[in-house]
């Protein structure tokens, strides 16, 4: 069981926009930032935001990060094919003293 | 280029023991501190330990402390896990990544290596 807490799965057509969430608690997202990743299949996770909403170079502005007190949001728009992956947050911990993840949300682009 | 590459993973009879590497390229390596992060087959991603680059601080997760040990050169370029007391739920490929600073923010990863614990 994760410390932070995605919903399993989520889904839209091409062109739409899709939110996923992560819910933490006041000694993760509370106090610190939160990051975002998107893992392809078979491949290794890559930076999708830091600091709760910064888009690292390359990444398309249809993603969109936000954070409000003891929850994040990743935001996507204008869904693409390709965008059909694993999405992770992860965060520091103050309490457990080490970096905590999401368990995972798997896009579904129908 | 930031390449990052991990090796030395492979199967190990559980109680065993493993020590993985990760060459690191394309950045000055000292500056950074540097994590590894796990995933066993089909699941998520967990965060093992991390290392910082300016003062040595090392943090680990509770499921690998007292049996795993994160180390670095910088002289080489090279982080290190030594893993010893493996169990099957150790299991997992191992990724090493950048982490500037240990907040969570890992942004290079390796391609991974698969550290199996079967008998």
């Known amino acids: 069981q994760s410390v932070l807490t995605q919903p399993p799965s989520a889904s839209g057509t091409p062109g739409q926009g899709v939110t996923i969430s992560c819910s933490g608690s006041?000694?993760?997202?509370?106090?610190?930032?939160v990051n975002w990743y998107q893992q392809l299949p078979g491949t290794a996770p890559k930076l999708l935001m830091y600091?709760?909403?910064q888009r690292p170079s390359g990444v398309p502005d249809r993603f969109s990060g936000s954070k409000s007190g003891t929850s994040a949001s990743l935001a996507i728009s204008g869904l693409q094919s390709e965008d059909e992956a694993d999405y992770y947050c992860?965060?520091?911990?103050?309490?457990?003293?080490?970096?905590?993840f999401g368990g995972g949300t798997k896009l579904t682009v129908l | 280029e930031v390449q990052l590459l991990e090796s030395g993973g492979g199967l190990v009879q559980p109680g065993g023991s493993l020590r993985l590497s990760c060459a690191a390229s394309?950045?000055?390596?000292?500056?950074?501190?540097m994590s590894w992060v796990r995933q066993a087959p089909g699941k998520g991603l967990e965060w093992v330990s991390g290392?910082?680059?300016?003062?040595?601080?090392?943090y680990y997760a509770d499921s690998v402390k007292g049996r795993f040990t994160i180390s670095r050169d910088d002289s080489k370029n090279t982080l290190y896990l030594q893993m010893n007391s493996l169990r099957a739920e150790d299991t997992a490929v191992y990724y090493c990544?950048?982490?500037?600073?240990?907040?969570?923010?890992?942004?290079?990863w390796g391609q991974g290596t698969l550290v199996t614990v079967s008998s």
């Open positions: 600091s709760s909403y």
């Open positions: 006041s000694s993760n997202i509370g106090s610190n930032t």
């Open positions: 992860a965060a520091w911990d103050g309490r457990l003293n080490g970096v905590i």
């Open positions: 290392i910082s680059g300016s003062d040595g601080s090392i």
């Open positions: 394309g950045f000055t390596f000292s500056n950074y501190a």
């Open positions: 990544a950048r982490d500037p600073p240990i907040t969570g923010r890992f942004d290079y």
